[in-house]
């Protein structure tokens, strides 16, 4: 499955700083053509994730995926959310210092369900306790109702965020020290 995963995603480069030409704007837009065609929405620059958004659901938002991601070096795997998710959260716990994830994009570009998978990733893979959970569910049932009230539908999205958003997401320390081994 893994092998798999991996060898569909050699189509084009994983990440543009590989390009051949890697200042020609042409050759950044075949590279992401040709792998958009391929439902690979995801290429790095980097550590910077360049994301095309797909309109159609894929099959890369599942547990599995997720447990795939967790714990693994940002390069070993193909390019995906998960990844970053997974990076800002280990560094976060090496370095003890706060990190933040920078989503940007017009409208449409799928920002918001970039932080809803983001916010399901944390969700799913660390550290928990059920007095957490509870925690947890409110934070992802929080969404609908912020929704309900900020979004619209406009010209280029039918599901437009009308408002900014800012999310911090605080680590309980002990829960996180206590845990850490089994990440
Ligand atoms: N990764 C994805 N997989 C499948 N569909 C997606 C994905 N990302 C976005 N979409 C689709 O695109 C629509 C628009 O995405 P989203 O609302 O996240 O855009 P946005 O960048 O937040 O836009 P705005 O700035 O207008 O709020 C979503 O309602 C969804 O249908």
Redesign the pocket.
């Given at each position: 499955m893994e092998g798999a995963l991996i060898a569909r995603d050699r189509v084009g480069v994983q990440d543009f700083v590989l390009l051949d030409s890697h200042t020609s704007e042409t050759s950044f837009l075949n590279n992401l053509r040709k792998r958009y065609q391929e439902n690979l929405?995801y290429t790095y620059i980097g550590t910077l994730l360049v994301?095309v958004?797909?309109?159609?659901?894929?099959d890369i938002y599942t547990v599995t995926q997720m447990q795939l991601y967790r714990g693994v070096n940002f390069f070993e795997l193909p390019p995906h959310l998960y990844a970053i998710a997974d990076n800002a959260y280990r560094v976060m716990c090496s370095e003890y210092n706060n990190h933040f994830i920078l989503i940007s994009?017009?409208?449409?570009?799928?920002?918001?369900?970039?932080s809803k998978?983001i916010l399901q990733y944390y969700a799913v893979t660390c550290p928990t306790t059920e007095q957490l959970q509870i925690v947890r569910d409110r934070l992802l049932l929080s969404n609908p109702v912020l929704e309900a009230f900020g979004?619209a539908k406009?010209l280029?999205?039918?599901?437009?965020?009308r408002f900014g958003k800012y999310m911090d997401i605080q680590f309980d320390f002990k829960v996180r020290t206590n845990l850490m081994d089994r990440y």
């Amino acid at each position: 499955m893994e092998g798999a995963l991996i060898a569909r995603d050699r189509v084009g480069v994983q990440d543009f700083v590989l390009l051949d030409s890697h200042t020609s704007e042409t050759s950044f837009l075949n590279n992401l053509r040709k792998r958009y065609q391929e439902n690979l929405i995801y290429t790095y620059i980097g550590t910077l994730l360049v994301s095309v958004n797909p309109y159609k659901e894929l099959d890369i938002y599942t547990v599995t995926q997720m447990q795939l991601y967790r714990g693994v070096n940002f390069f070993e795997l193909p390019p995906h959310l998960y990844a970053i998710a997974d990076n800002a959260y280990r560094v976060m716990c090496s370095e003890y210092n706060n990190h933040f994830i920078l989503i940007s994009g017009e409208s449409g570009a799928g920002k918001t369900e970039a932080s809803k998978k983001i916010l399901q990733y944390y969700a799913v893979t660390c550290p928990t306790t059920e007095q957490l959970q509870i925690v947890r569910d409110r934070l992802l049932l929080s969404n609908p109702v912020l929704e309900a009230f900020g979004n619209a539908k406009t010209l280029r999205n039918d599901n437009s965020s009308r408002f900014g958003k800012y999310m911090d997401i605080q680590f309980d320390f002990k829960v996180r020290t206590n845990l850490m081994d089994r990440y």
